[in-house]
């Protein structure tokens, strides 16, 4: 049978995986940059740590992994003929893969407490999974680029989170929008539509705005019975398009949504100081629809592109209380490394630099040219050099062809007269100019390319 991947997964070329570890590096400078440090955590976790955390549509997308062993015989066959799959979850499954790289950052957190500094600042680069629909720019297994702060309050952070996105997309070369909102200017319209008690359901429909249109909210929100005068007013809401001068009028009487609304405008103030390459907007229908953020909530997209949001996060005031840490507040964003990479795909914005070019093979002519062709490439890897020496002595032309399709950019040449020589011929194989270099020679022309 012919081998196939699992559907939402991918493989990874060479040139791929470098063009992933440019994105990594250039992000993983700017973190260190602002004094991130970096942690790890398992790519499974106790399905309690995850259930419950995403709200019910991020529960339905969680991968979870069944118990070893026999245990389908210790379930009750009234249970197994209900068929009523959040019952028997937790009879079938013990573990699941984790949805994101936040909640276990929380459960990290509440579990090394004592050994912490706090405000802790960490960001994290590992994969996560996600039983969705697979389609462009979306995949069941994926890569998250996060940078949390927690055990401060302090707004400055929000601030800090927006240049660092901003200084991150404009060293990979991306114009980017970064739309923010805050939970309690949301809170204050739902309270302003008299529907607090539903507020879940409320920024569930809303997050569906860019991908079911204003009618698409509207139904959803009936769909989930909030009151018509409710979806009536969100409507002409939506279609006004409200601004935060106006919301200022119509969340006078909310104390919650004013709250938000004197972050949002400091944040707004302080943050746009500064931005490079970075468009900072103000969207009272941004949601993140994530059921953790309690204040200011962030998406950037990327300009010039059809792609959906890069990255996005917020403000969460008591996640690390769900594992028993109270009064801990922490704020986070997440930058999409495999939407990154497609951007900057599509956008022609990669570094020729990201492949082999600055590498060299050295031939091999013989049993006796490549001891000496060795040596060169010992040399060389010792100066930081990339070099490498083709293992068998074939054809030239096959020698040639596995440059190629490498992608390495020069072809070193040890022969016979060259077994004594302190300069060998080096081929430049994109020009085909050759020329006769010693060892600083060689490196010279490598670190130049």
Request: aromatic content about 10%; some cysteine; overall charge negative.
């Amino acid at each position: 049978m012919k081998p196939s991947l699992a559907k939402g997964t991918r493989d990874f070329s060479a040139a791929e995986v470098q063009k992933r570890q440019f994105i990594m590096n250039i992000l993983r400078e700017q973190f260190e940059l602002r004094g991130y440090d970096p942690i790890e955590t398992p790519s499974f976790e106790n399905i309690e740590t995850l259930t419950g955390k995403y709200g019910e549509e991020g529960d339905r997308l969680i991968f979870k992994i069944l118990r070893s062993g026999d245990f389908t015989s210790k379930i009750d066959e009234r249970l197994w003929a209900e068929k009523n799959p959040k019952a028997l979850t937790s009879k079938v499954a013990d573990k699941a893969l984790r949805y994101d790289l936040t909640v276990p950052f929380a459960r990290y957190v509440v579990q090394h407490q004592n050994e912490l500094a706090f405000p802790f600042k960490r960001y994290q680069m590992q994969p996560v999974w996600r039983a969705d629909r697979p389609q462009k720019g979306r995949f069941r297994e994926f890569y998250q680029c996060d940078a949390d702060v927690v055990g401060s309050d302090s707004l400055w952070q929000e601030v800090e989170l927006i240049q660092l996105y901003d200084a991150s997309f404009t060293n990979l070369g991306l114009s980017t929008t970064i739309k923010v909102n805050n939970r309690k200017i949301l809170a204050g319209m739902a309270e302003v539509l008299g529907i607090s008690d539903a507020f879940v359901a409320f920024t569930v429909a809303i997050d569906k705005l860019d991908k079911v249109g204003v009618e698409g909210v509207l139904k959803e929100m009936r769909a989930q019975e909030l009151p018509e005068s409710a979806v009536i007013t969100f409507g002409q809401w939506l279609e006004e398009g409200l601004t935060l001068e106006r919301l200022t009028q119509l969340l006078a009487e909310s104390s919650e949504g004013n709250l938000g609304l004197d972050e949002m405008n400091f944040v707004l103030n302080q943050a746009k100081m500064g931005l490079k390459s970075s468009e900072l907007v103000f969207d009272f229908t941004l949601a993140r629809g994530l059921n953790y953020y309690t204040g200011t909530i962030f998406e950037v997209a990327a300009n010039g592109v059809s792609m959906g949001s890069i990255g996005g996060g917020g403000r969460y005031a008591d996640l690390t209380s769900i594992f028993g840490m109270k009064n801990t507040s922490g704020v986070g964003i997440s930058f999409g490394l495999d939407r990154i990479y497609l951007c900057l795909e599509e956008l022609n914005l990669f570094p020729a630099t990201t492949a082999n070019a600055a590498a060299v093979l050295f031939a091999n002519f013989g049993a006796v040219e490549s001891v000496v062709a060795y040596q060169w490439v010992a040399k060389l890897v010792a100066s930081g050099i990339r070099a490498e020496l083709y293992p068998d002595a074939s054809k030239l032309k096959k020698q040639f062809d596995f440059a190629d399709k490498k992608g390495i950019g020069y072809l070193a040449l040890v022969g016979t007269n060259e077994l004594t020589a302190s300069e060998i011929p080096v081929k430049n194989l994109a020009t085909g100019e050759q020329t006769t270099l010693d060892f600083e020679g060689i490196c010279s022309l490598v670190k130049g390319a």
